[in-house]
Nanobody, 126 residues
Framework: QLQVVESGGGLVQSGGSLRLSCKGS????????VGWFRQVPGKEREGVSC????????NYADSVKGRFTISRDNAKNTVFLQMDRLKPEDTAVYYC???????????????????WGQGTQVTVSS
C-alpha cells in the first residue's frame, strides 16, 4: 500500500486560496500517478485533479479547471494542489492517492475500491 498524508486544508473565504500537500512515505512519489479527490456529505467521492508519473500530464475536473493547479516537488516527495478563487461548493474533505499507471497519463476518476486516508478538510465560506 502506498501511504500518503494530506495536509494544508483550512477555512478560507470565497475567492481565497489554499495549497494542499500530499506527501509520500516510504516510496518515491514521482514514480506514481497521483490524484486528488474530494467528498462532501451526501455525495459520492469525485475526482478533482491528477498528475502522471515523472512529469506526466495533468488533468482536472471541469468544475475546477482554470482555478486549481497540481504540481510536484520531488525533493520533498510531495504533490501539491494549489487552489485559487475558491468557491463554497469546493467545501469538502480532500484526499490524495498514489496509483500505478504506465506512461505519463493519469485518470482523474476515483478508483472503484481501495483504502483512503484521513484527508484534509477544506471549508470555503460565503
Amino acid at each position: 500500500q502506498l501511504q500518503v498524508v494530506e495536509s494544508g486544508g483550512g477555512l478560507v473565504q470565497s475567492g481565497g486560496s489554499l495549497r494542499l500537500s500530499c506527501k509520500g512515505s516510504g516510496f518515491i512519489l514521482n514514480d506514481y500517478a497521483v490524484g486528488w479527490f474530494r467528498q462532501v456529505p451526501g455525495k459520492e467521492r469525485e475526482g478533482v485533479s491528477c498528475i502522471g508519473s515523472s512529469g506526466g500530464v495533468t488533468n482536472y475536473a471541469d468544475s475546477v479547471k482554470g482555478r486549481f493547479t497540481i504540481s510536484r516537488d520531488n525533493a520533498k516527495n510531495t504533490v501539491f494542489l494549489q487552489m485559487d478563487r475558491l468557491k463554497p461548493e469546493d467545501t469538502a474533505v480532500y484526499y490524495c492517492k498514489a496509483r500505478f499507471q504506465p506512461g505519463p497519463e493519469c485518470d482523474v476518476r476515483p478508483p472503484p475500491f481501495g483504502s483512503w486516508g484521513q484527508g484534509t478538510q477544506v471549508t470555503v465560506s460565503s
